[in-house]
């Protein structure tokens, strides 16, 4: 049911709702007397996809998520292995032109293969099935590993996750996987967007992960007050942070994070590690 609800809930983006709210109000102001209720709603929503897709607005939601974990740096103790969430690989696109294809998310495969072979002893884990309701194409896990391994990564490394349909399932289903034991250090791979989210999943499932952040969608702070010259990048983006914003909100409300806005913790000592029950 929730799986259902996030994505109906894709229907509420901003770029959606302001040209409705527009197309709204022209209907009110030509089709009946409510002069200044049409007025405003047409107004609103021209304006207000203006204002989002010009103005940084999509920059100033969704910096603090990107800003939430800082970049990894290796301090030299070992790593057991390295997950990565999908989302980078677009399914329909790949089955209908038999053609390996990804979208604006694929630095999360591109940092998945350099941390493989940055470390060759850590276990290579892909988690991800297929988000879409309804949806008979394979999983994402299993078509993204398959290219993979003609690029030269060794099957005998990747573990597969093909249950999960939501960054929840991806952290309750890894975790049963893979059986994470007390010292280990994993990485967790996917975007810094939707870092906060994820690792608030995978802490709330009892799997302590490292965030490894890639596909950054802002330069950093000087984009908060740098304006946009294409309309619908700025939509996009701020339909990106929405979607993730109302995100972590249901995943707070219905028990699936520990925290409104999960944020880095210490790392727990050999031996404090352990094992959530399966909820």
């Known amino acids: 049911m929730f799986h259902v609800m996030s994505q109906i809930g894709g229907l509420l983006a901003p770029s959606n709702v302001m040209p409705v709210m527009g197309l709204l109000g022209l209907i009110v102001l ?32 969704i910096f603090p998520l990107e800003q939430r974990f800082p970049a990894f740096v290796d301090d030299g103790r070992p790593i057991t292995g390295i997950i990565v969430l999908s989302g980078a690989l677009e399914l329909t696109r790949t089955a209908a032109r038999r053609q390996f294809t990804v979208n604006g998310a694929a630095e999360r495969l591109f940092a998945f293969m350099d941390l493989a072979r940055r470390y060759p002893g850590a276990r290579l884990v892909y988690s991800g099935g297929n988000s879409r309701i309804g949806s008979r194409l394979p999983p994402e896990a299993w078509t ?61 499932a009892g799997f302590h992960v490292i965030p490894y952040p890639v596909d950054f969608q802002t330069n950093g702070a000087r984009d908060l007050w740098q304006p946009l010259t294409v309309v619908g990048q700025g939509l996009e983006r701020l339909d990106l942070a929405a979607r993730e914003w109302l995100g972590l909100i249901g995943y707070r409300l219905s028990g699936r994070t520990g ?7 210490a790392e727990p000592k050999s031996g404090e590690a352990k094992l959530a029950t399966a909820k």
Do not use: D
Not at 147 to 171: D, F
Not at 259 to 265: I, S, T, W, Y
């Open 30 to 61: 030509v089709a009946t007397p409510w002069r200044r209720m049409g007025l405003a709603l047409a107004g609103g929503g021209i304006c207000g996809i203006l204002v989002a897709g010009l103005l940084p607005v999509g920059n100033w939601a």
């Open 144 to 204: 993204a590993t398959e290219y993979l391994k003609t690029l030269g990564l060794p099957g005998s490394r990747l573990t597969i996750e093909t249950r999960s349909h939501n960054t929840w399932e991806n952290a309750r289903e890894t975790r049963n996987l893979v059986r994470p034991g007390p010292g280990e250090r994993w990485l967790l791979v996917t975007s810094a967007w939707h870092m906060p989210r994820a690792v608030g999943s995978f802490e709330q």
């Open 259 to 265: 925290a409104l806005f999960p944020g880095p913790r």
